[in-house]
């Protein structure tokens, strides 16, 4: 699987916007972009995924380069329950099943 | 909005027991695996399961691992000896079908503890 770069950790105000980026420089054409998070002592829940274009969904936007090495999450209000470590993974469109976490981005958000 | 189960949420065990890890699935999801995360560490993927067979394993996943699904709902992570650094939280995940295109939907996880 194509390798992902994230910053260790980023902190936010509650209420503000937060943008986790994420570097693939390596990703190939069919690779889809998906992130994930994990809040404190739970499972990795879905958050959003996308291959060329922006997404949206209820829970935050993604924001593809247009050359797809690198990619932006977006939580358009930061909550204290937005507190988690979001992962960036990379997964073939139609071969593989296992994702590969990396350590990805422990998102503090102050009140 | 259906949701992937767990049970036990937390199970404790001698070292060298067999112990088994139940997940019920989504139910109208065809792939289903497991992951596991050792205390402060990566999440890492154990196994995949499609059409009633393993369709990837790593190499964590060796001959004292195992999974089935005994029935249309369950599906189950066997670890026949344990060992204390098998001590870690177990993810069971679900999706629709295989690949990038679709998303896996995780469970609470249980937590093993080996003594």
């Known amino acids: 699987d194509a390798k992902t770069t994230q910053p260790n950790s980023m902190e936010s105000n509650e209420e503000e916007p937060v943008h986790l980026p994420c570097n693939h420089s390596?990703?190939?054409?069919?690779?889809?972009i998906h992130w994930y998070r994990q809040l404190p002592s739970q499972g990795p829940e879905y958050v959003i995924h996308?291959?060329?274009s922006n997404v949206n969904n209820r829970m935050a936007s993604l924001a593809i380069a247009e050359d797809r090495k690198s990619s932006t999450l977006i939580l358009h209000r930061a909550t204290l329950r937005d507190a988690a470590v979001y992962y960036c993974?990379?997964?073939?469109?139609?071969?593989?099943?296992?994702?590969?976490f990396g350590p990805g981005t422990r998102l503090s958000v102050l009140p | 909005e259906p949701e992937v189960t767990q049970t036990p949420s937390h199970q404790v065990t001698q070292m060298g027991q067999e112990v088994i890890l139940r997940c019920v699935p989504i139910?109208?999801?065809?792939?289903f695996y497991w992951y596991r995360q050792i205390l402060g560490q990566k999440v890492e993927f154990l196994v995949s399961?499609?059409?009633?067979?393993?369709?990837?394993k790593s190499e964590i996943f060796d001959d004292q691992f195992s999974v089935e699904r005994p029935d249309g709902s369950n599906f189950t992570l066997k670890i026949r000896s344990t060992k204390l650094e098998d001590s870690a939280m177990y993810f069971c995940?679900?999706?629709?079908?295989?690949?990038?295109?679709?998303?896996?939907?995780f469970g609470p996880g249980t937590r093993l503890t080996v003594l």
């Open positions: 993974i990379l997964h073939p469109y139609n071969y593989g099943q296992n994702f590969v």
């Open positions: 995940a679900s999706s629709e079908g295989g690949g990038g295109r679709n998303e896996q939907f």
């Open positions: 139910s109208n999801h065809l792939y």
């Open positions: 390596t990703i190939s054409g069919t690779d889809y």
């Open positions: 399961f499609y059409n009633n067979e393993i369709s990837e």
């Open positions: 996308g291959l060329t």
